[in-house]
């Protein structure tokens, strides 16, 4: 299957600074990609969706200064939490988007903790 | 927005029995269904996924159907085993473009041995 990969797996931060988290896809191209958010014991969320080459759309509710994303290549797509609050903790899922003969799907990293103190 | 319900939230059963989840949703536009198994401390897995062209897809013990006029699928896993335990998310394609994602709640499945 397709692989994503997502660093850190694990960041501590302080609150009111900023956290940049990667997504790749190792082994396929991804135009689109997307970062989920999950709280504990919970769904996990649409945050926003990241086109290569263009800018995230953003779901209804999340800030898009607060939660910049940045798609600049076919295999990488960062997230940075700035200025972060303990609020912000959460565990952040990337996926990418598959295109493979005609067909598309999802597969997800393996997730980021962050914790903010 | 757009729902996705899932039910069981809490699903328990002896190793060699089947097990259903079900999950319901609302925007008709929606075509895609994948399932997700998530271990603790681990991103979503695909395990399977039906598009709205077909009703039933297998592989192996795992099985989905999908009724696109009562808007619901389900997940069918035979012969389950301990190691199949894990937390079990479908999902639904927002629209029919882009392939975002509304998940539902989520399901624990134990296996018991």
């Known amino acids: 299957g397709a692989v994503v990969s997502q660093h850190p797996s694990r960041v501590i931060c302080k609150s009111g600074t900023s956290v940049k988290i990667e997504c790749r896809s190792l082994d396929f191209q991804a135009t689109t990609m997307f970062w989920y958010r999950q709280f504990p014991k919970q769904s996990l969320m649409l945050m926003a969706t990241s086109n290569e080459g263009s800018k995230a759309t953003y779901e209804q509710g999340v800030e898009k200064d607060k939660f910049l994303i940045n798609h600049a290549s076919l295999t990488l797509s960062t997230l940075t939490v700035t200025s972060a609050h303990p609020e912000d903790s959460s565990f952040y899922i990337c996926?990418?988007?598959?295109?493979?003969?005609?067909?598309?799907?999802?597969?997800f990293g393996p997730g980021t903790r962050l914790t903010v103190t | 927005g757009e729902n996705v319900e899932q039910h069981p939230s809490t699903l328990s059963v002896q190793e060699g029995d089947s097990a259903v989840i079900k999950c319901t949703y609302s925007d008709s536009a929606s075509n895609y269904f994948p399932w997700y198994k998530q271990e603790l401390g681990k991103g979503p897995q695909l395990i399977i996924d039906i598009r709205s062209n077909v009703g039933e897809k297998k592989d192996q013990r795992i099985a989905v159907t999908l009724n696109k006029t009562a808007k619901h699928f389900s997940l069918h896993i035979t012969e389950t085993q301990p190691e199949d335990s894990a937390v079990y998310f479908c999902a639904a394609s927002i629209g029919n473009s882009g392939y975002a994602l509304n998940f539902g709640k989520g399901t624990s499945l134990l296996v018991t041995p």
């Open positions: 996926s990418a988007k598959r295109s493979l003969a005609g067909k598309n799907q999802q597969y």
